[in-house]
Every structure is written in structure tokens, then in C-alpha cells.
């Protein structure tokens, strides 16, 4: 095996479908950066019960779905390790030794976890959704990672693994490297509605796993710049949500459409349907791929549970490292 930088570990919740906004936000930098960096996808299925500790039933169906949607969005299982959190113990284990390097404190002040809490509009929160960046750390560090390719609402969970990782080096010796968040190039993708996010829950999403036709229909109601009501009104494609995705997904036409649009050149029908044909000719490949593994969940099991399986080993050895560093392996 060649050598590597390092090691990468990131991760999904497993609450569905897959779609453009993770590919450009971290997916897409997951499968470059994996040619160079010994890679841990981990599907945090214990994290999504924070929010659905009501229907853990639904669960073994998302994890099967990611799985898929990564496979088919080009993520080489011969050479990256998809693995499953609850299947791993040493998570927990070290999910609990973390909690007491952290402060309540600190995890109240987590914007993305308030902002969560507000979208669930929880009054109070479970220990175990407040806590949930703790157990991430442990995702995290499981496996020693370096760096950690994620989307930009990740940002404050790393900061919080960051203090972690040191004040455990600190006190007990150093164990684990400081790891480095990693912003793919469209950190947000707008939605097709106009929204900040795509996003399954606002139903604004274009999913990996759509067709030709569900991509051409959503595109088409897809919002345009509000001060373009007739052809030949000039368009503004800065206030046009169709012109970010042409940004993202058609880098070829970009500039042209740009102009064409200021110059009410083009209309936004055309332009559309140019976009559509883009993302599709984009997702086609991973049509191809899905193919595959479509109906064949025992393909997907096995690559799950021998990832698992290679995941489980890497964090022992790492617990073993920490409870000989802490003195607490006493027979
Ligand atoms: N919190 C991430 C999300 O909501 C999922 C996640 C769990 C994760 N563990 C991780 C991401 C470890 C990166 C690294 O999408
Ligand atoms: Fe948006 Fe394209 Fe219409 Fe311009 S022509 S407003 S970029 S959809």
C-alpha cells in the first residue's frame, strides 16, 4: 500500500436520502481526498437516535440508504471503511471518559445544537442530544483521524473535539492528533426553493438517487430571480438560485449564462432545462453505480460489516492506548 498523509474520518446521520447539497458540501472532497488519505466514513446511527429515540426501527433502513448513496456517488469500498457507530462499543467508551473534559457550559453555547434544538422546537433537551458533540469526538478520534472533511455547520463540533483532543493530551499523555475540519467548495448549497439550505426536511432537495425526470420537474419549478418577469426583462443571476447550481454543476456555461441572463439573452425556461440536462449528465454516472448494489442488501451487508468489523480493531487498539495512558488498565 502507498503511503498516506494521514487519516480521514467523517460521517453522516443516517435520516435518508442523500443529496446535491451533501455531494458539493463533503461528499465530493470525502472521495478525493480518500486516494491520499487512509478513510473512515462512519454512519452515526446511535447520533440520529437524539432526534428519533422514538422509532429506532426506522433506522436500519437510513443506514442501508446511505450506504447505498455513498457507493453510488463513487466512495470505493475497496479502499475507504464504511463502518456503523452503534456496532462499535469503544464509541461509547469513550463517549463517557470525554464527558468529563467537557462542561455543560460549553455544550449550551454550540450553535449548531441550538439551532437544531429550535428547529425540533425542543424546550429541553435529552442529555443525550446536548451531549451529542461529545460522542462525535469519540467518532471522531476512534480512529486517531487527522482530518475530518465535513459541512460548514460542523464547525462548532470540531472546535468542541479540538478542546477535547487536548485537554485529553494534556492531562494524561498524548494519545491523539489534533483533528482539522475541511470545507468543501459549496459549503451550502441553496435550495431549490430559494432557501439557505437544501435540505430533505424543507423538501427543497434534488436526492442523488432521483431520475431524469424527477430532476427535470424539480428544476423547472425551481425558483428564478423575482425581478425577471418577462423575456426580455434583463435577469439578475446573483438573486437566482438556478444560477448557484449552474455555478456548482455547469462551470463549462457558467460565464456565458451569466451574460446571457443580464442581457435577457436567454430565457429562464432554456436555462432550466440547460441546468436539468447538467445535473443529470452529472448523476448519470452514479445511476450506472447504483445499480449495482439496488436490490442487493446483502452486498451492502457485507461491505458494512467488514467495515465494521475493521473499524471495531482500530478502536480498541486506540482504548487500549488511553486506558494505559490514564492507569486504568489494572489487570
Ligand atoms: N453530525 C454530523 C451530521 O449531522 C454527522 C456525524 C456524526 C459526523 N459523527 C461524525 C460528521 C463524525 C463528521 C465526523 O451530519
Ligand atoms: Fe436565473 Fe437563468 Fe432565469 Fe437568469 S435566465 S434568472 S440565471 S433561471
Not at 471518559?97 to 425542543?122: F, G
Not at 491523539?176 to 437544501?198: C, T, V
Not at 456555461?253 to 440547460?274: D, F, L, T
Request: proline share 5%.
Amino acid at each position: 500500500m502507498s503511503e498516506k498523509k494521514g487519516r480521514i474520518l467523517t460521517g453522516d446521520r443516517p435520516t435518508g436520502k442523500l443529496h446535491l447539497g451533501h455531494y458539493v458540501g463533503s461528499l465530493e472532497n470525502r472521495i478525493k481526498l480518500s486516494e491520499e488519505y487512509e478513510t473512515f466514513i462512519i454512519i452515526a446511527d446511535v447520533q440520529a437516535l437524539t432526534t428519533n429515540f422514538d422509532e429506532p426501527e426506522m433506522l436500519e433502513k437510513d443506514v442501508m440508504q446511505v450506504t447505498e448513496d455513498y457507493l453510488a456517488a463513487g466512495i470505493d469500498p475497496e479502499n475507504v471503511t464504511i463502518c456503523v457507530q452503534s456496532m462499535i462499543p469503544q464509541i461509547a467508551e469513550l463517549t463517557v471518559i470525554y464527558s468529563m473534559l467537557v462542561t455543560v457550559n460549553q455544550l449550551e453555547r454550540n450553535p449548531t445544537v441550538k439551532a437544531e434544538a429550535e428547529q425540533h422546537n425542543y424546550e429541553e433537551m435529552t442529555y443525550g442530544f446536548l451531549g451529542y458533540p461529545v460522542s462525535q469526538a469519540a467518532d471522531i478520534t476512534f480512529c486517531r483521524a487527522d482530518l475530518v472533511p465535513v459541512g460548514e455547520d460542523q464547525i462548532p463540533h470540531l472546535e468542541q473535539t479540538r478542546k477535547i483532543v487536548r485537554k485529553f493530551n494534556n492531562l494524561y499523555g498524548e494519545v491523539f492528533p489534533e483533528p482539522e475540519p475541511r470545507i468543501g467548495d459549496f459549503p451550502r448549497l441553496i435550495g431549490l426553493d430559494g432557501k439557505a439550505k437544501m435540505s430533505k426536511s424543507l423538501n427543497n432537495a434534488i436526492f442523488l438517487s432521483d431520475t431524469r425526470e424527477n430532476v427535470k420537474n424539480k428544476v423547472s419549478q425551481a425558483v428564478t430571480d423575482p425581478a425577471r418577469v418577462r423575456l426580455d426583462d434583463p435577469g439578475h443571476p446573483e438573486d437566482c438560485p438556478v444560477f448557484e447550481y449552474h455555478k456548482a454543476f455547469n462551470e463549462e456555461e457558467v460565464e456565458e449564462i451569466r451574460e446571457s441572463c443580464r442581457e435577457a439573452k436567454i430565457g429562464c425556461v432554456a436555462c432550466k432545462e440547460r441546468l436539468a440536462e447538467k445535473i443529470n449528465q452529472f448523476l448519470e454516472p452514479m445511476r450506472e453505480r447504483r445499480k449495482k448494489y439496488k436490490n442487493n442488501p446483502d452486498l451492502i451487508e457485507e461491505i458494512l460489516y467488514s467495515g465494521t468489523k475493521k473499524a471495531r480493531k482500530e478502536a480498541e487498539k486506540t482504548m487500549e492506548k488511553v486506558r494505559e495512558v490514564m492507569e486504568i488498565d489494572y489487570f
